[in-house]
């Protein structure tokens, strides 16, 4: 898969990485915000780059699209094979 390729299910996949980042993140004692959904792409995504569970974006990069792309990459790596999302 080349690494602009857009996957499949991918709203799908962000979907449940903002799920799985959020209880990870409450896990951990922080509380994220629940909206507006640009916020919280964001503040999930900051915690998986702190946590040490994504690479960050360049900074030219740090826009909704390219964070919710890498946060739908991370989930579809994390999920087993037999995932309906995959």
Not at 18 to 41: C, H, N, T, W, Y
Not at 51 to 70: C, Y
Request: no cysteine; net charge positive.
């Amino acid at each position: 898969m080349s690494k602009s390729s857009k996957l499949h299910n991918e709203d799908k996949l962000v979907k449940k990485a903002l799920e799985i980042g959020g209880k990870m993140a409450k896990m951990q004692g922080f509380d994220l915000p629940q909206s507006p959904q640009p916020l919280r792409v964001k503040a999930i995504y900051l915690f998986l780059v702190d946590a040490k569970q994504i690479t960050p974006l360049p900074e030219s990069k740090l826009d909704g699209a390219s964070i919710k792309h890498r946060l739908a990459v991370w989930i579809h790596s994390a999920l087993p094979d037999n995932d309906p999302l995959k």
